[in-house]
């Protein structure tokens, strides 16, 4: 496994990146009537992340088959929602993070009015992308993917997952608990990744669901297959998180190690053990490379994507 | 006019009212993962409005003939959008308001995390709503609606305008401004009405555009007359609202009169006195009532609510 992509995957992601970077800057240099708001959009959407949901979008369209050019908005539609998400989280309010992408957070660039309509913003605009008119794909199969972006977005996943962490917050395992029946740590384990299913699962689905029906007629079989893999490395990666939330290098991450701890919050490593939660990690990548079975070598980047999830620095 | 609605206009606001409060009512109900959101969704959503864009929805639809089951879905949505838009300014990073609609503002009953998640999920909803399949309704008017309304809220809408509403808080119109040259004060008023264009005016032309976009081939012609229609009375909404703020009725307004002035803002009373503020709203109602000229009686009930806009009492 790679710790970080290296090789023919990191070419990979080196394209997806440019061409992803190079449609947000198009899309967010002119996209605000107001030059506070412009600056905030640039500023926070712009910074250089993972790129992984769009990533995970190409990927998956080219696992299915489907034509490249369809995929560009739904790609950028996945990473406003992703990056509004992370503006909102930070705030003060809520998780009150002063460090993303290693620079101060967008609240703390500019102030958390600005952050708040920023990521406001990049919300409507992710549903205007996806809007587009696209003549490769028909307009119903457009709605379908508003429909599921939406859907994920909303108050019955990403929104309810940042609630569910919100409400989780500060209620850390008692020392009786750790020393609990299985069955209680079973509940515990149930109830953390109920949460990631929704704060962080519900996107990376939706992106290889997005990326799968930039094709016509893929096959329920292979449409159940995606899914199983996208649900699967939704919790590596945040299994994966949590583990270098320990023992991470703060330089890579671009921002302090400890921070669960210090909000006390339950993870798969305070849960489980540093030990086990690497086991889980590993076990969940391996899993979602099975779920590929289905597909030939066209799906070989989602394979790569799997291993890289579970072994990256940051 | 009618200070407020009576008769016809009366009975014709309240079905529309019950329509939109049932259709809110079964979609925020079932909307949400976890408990404390669902909650704040119920009571942020289901709280009594004006539901003054839903209604316009409704009545824009009729005015061009489109079979009413076509409106409910964009009517919810401008409303959703328009709720979670309140939800926001309201918070102390914002405006910091503590009463909305009668009751305390959802982050005062709540918590500013609960508000910006609440808020949040519903301009998702919005979008999910916006593209549920729709047998009346060909997939590309559904996405041309989403664009219009995305195109309204966002960062070249609505949003902006709020950045806008931000940066100019405080910076209210200095004592010589106020004796400035008819040159400067044009530039001041020309300001306000571009902020409040977006701010307020977007939305309310989303409104009257998803109405429209219910029916089929309405010509160019009765387009561009609901387009005019919808920009007078967007900026009769705000003056109507700068004049209640100084003379208005705070039981019926459900807050407390002269806000604008104490956070220093430029109104349309601030900028123009308050009987030239009056003369300008019943003005911009007459232009909005002229804009409706190719339209029969069919338009009858924008035209009253173009009268009741400038004499409501909240």
Redesign the interface.
């Known amino acids: 496994m790679n710790a970080s992509p290296s090789g023919a995957l990191a070419e990979y992601f080196e394209r997806c990146q440019d061409r992803i970077d190079d449609a947000l800057e198009r899309l967010l240099r002119r ?4 030059d ?3 600056a905030a ?1 640039a500023y926070a959407g712009l910074a250089k992340g993972k790129r992984l949901r769009p990533i995970l979008v190409f990927a998956s369209a080219q696992a299915v088959g489907a034509n490249p050019d369809a995929t560009l908005n739904a790609a950028c539609a996945v990473e406003l929602i992703h990056t ?2 992370l503006i ?1 989280d930070d ?1 003060p ?2 998780d009150d993070d002063d460090l993303r992408r290693g620079k101060p957070s967008l609240h703390k660039a500019f ?4 952050a ?2 920023a ?7 992710a ?2 992308v ?4 696209q003549e490769q794909l ?3 199969t ?3 993917m ?2 599921t972006l ?2 994920a ?5 990403m ?6 962490d ?2 989780a917050s500060g209620q850390s395992l008692a020392e009786n608990e750790l020393e609990g029946t299985p069955q209680q740590l079973a509940t515990a384990q149930q109830r953390l990744e109920d949460m990631h299913q ?1 704060k962080t699962g519900a996107l990376i689905s939706a992106s290889v669901k997005l990326g799968a029906l930039c094709a016509k007629d893929v096959s329920a079989e292979r449409l159940a297959a995606l899914e199983s893999f996208a649900s699967h490395i939704g919790l590596a990666f945040q299994v994966r998180d949590d583990i270098l939330d320990v023992e991470g290098d703060p330089a890579a991450l671009g921002k302090p190690l400890g921070s669960d701890d210090r909000s006390d919050k339950i993870t798969y490593v305070s849960l489980l053990g540093l030990g086990a939660a690497r086991t889980r990690a590993v076990e969940l990548a391996d899993a979602a490379r099975a779920s590929l079975q289905p597909f030939s070598s066209a799906a070989d980047n989602l394979r790569e994507i799997a291993s890289y999830i579970v072994a990256r620095e940051h």
């Open positions: 996209a605000a009537a107001e506070r708001l412009a959009l509004y998400s909102h705030l309010a809520m102030d958390d009015a600005t708040i309509l990521g406001d913003a990049m919300q409507a605009l549903f205007e996806l809007s587009q008119p028909p307009a119903s457009q709605l379908q508003i429909r939406a859907h977005a909303g108050p019955e996943g929104v309810a997952g940042q609630s569910m919100c409400a929704h």
